[in-house]
T-cell receptor, first 114, second 109 residues
Framework: NAGVTQTPKFQVLKTGQSMTLQCAQD?????MSWYRQDPGMGLRLIHY???????DQGEVPNGYNVSRSTTEDFPLRLLSAAPSQTSVYFC?????????????FGPGTRLTVT | KNEVEQSPQNLTAQEGEFITINCSYS?????LHWLQQHPGGGIVSLFMLSSGKKKHGRLIATINIQEKHSSLHITASHPRDSAVYIC???????????FGQGTRLTINP
């Protein structure tokens, strides 16, 4: 199992450019999520999905878009990059159900917007 | 006030010392997670608990639901334990997590 994979690992964008951060998992997890991590702050939830075709907003969704066409993939789109989106982005996945489940994180994407 | 507070924010200790990192939360939860993040690295799950105590090697995690408090202990600390330790709590379904700011631990040889 590759677990959770993210591409690219590093990216530099100019203000106003758009791009897509890729996330894939091979564990057949229903739940997937995107977080951003900024210095001095905890991880913050951007968007999440509880299954193919179902997405919802997290704590900081503005400027980001997601879709979930398959169980495996959960791409994050930056519509028009801004310097405030400079951050490290983590994708995570887990099982779902009535219990509680371990979350598996990808290696992260370090994004710089100039 | 953050929903999840960790203390201390930074901790430096000598190899072999007993380490305690604390996490307090203000929301009702289904589960509490302890995560580890090495410098420049990804995030891995150490523990997930909803009551009592769990042990894995030199790491011990405890939770007191009534007091809304959890502790992560490291016995016989080693330089390879140097990392950021993150507490996260989950409510219903436990997948939507709220994270603490993390505790940066440095163990000197």
């Amino acid at each position: 199992n590759a677990g959770v994979t993210q591409t690219p690992k590093f990216q530099v964008l100019k203000t106003g450019q758009s791009m897509t951060l890729q996330c894939a998992q091979d564990m057949n997890h229903e739940y997937m999520s995107w977080y951003r991590q900024d210095p001095g702050m905890g991880l913050r939830l951007i968007h999440y999905s509880v299954g193919a075709g179902i997405t919802d907003q997290g704590e900081v969704p503005n400027g980001y878009n997601v879709s979930r066409s398959t169980t495996e993939d959960f791409p994050l789109r930056l519509l028009s990059a801004a310097p405030s989106q400079t951050s490290v982005y983590f994708c995570a996945s887990s099982s779902t159900g009535t219990g509680y489940y371990e979350q598996y994180f990808g290696p992260g994407t370090r994004l710089t917007v100039t | 006030k953050n929903e999840v507070e960790q203390s201390p924010q930074n901790l430096t200790a000598q190899e072999g010392e007993f380490i305690t990192i604390n996490c307090s939360y203000s929301v009702g939860i289904s589960a509490l997670h302890w995560l580890q993040q090495h410098p420049g690295g990804g995030i891995v799950s150490l523990f997930m608990l909803s009551s009592g105590k769990k042990k894995h090697g030199r790491l011990i995690a405890t939770i007191n639901i009534q007091e809304k408090h959890s502790s992560l202990h490291i016995t016989a600390s080693h330089p390879r334990d140097s990392a950021v330790y993150i507490c996260a709590v989950g409510g219903q379904g436990a997948q939507k997590l709220v994270f603490g700011q993390g505790t940066r631990l440095t163990i000197n040889p």
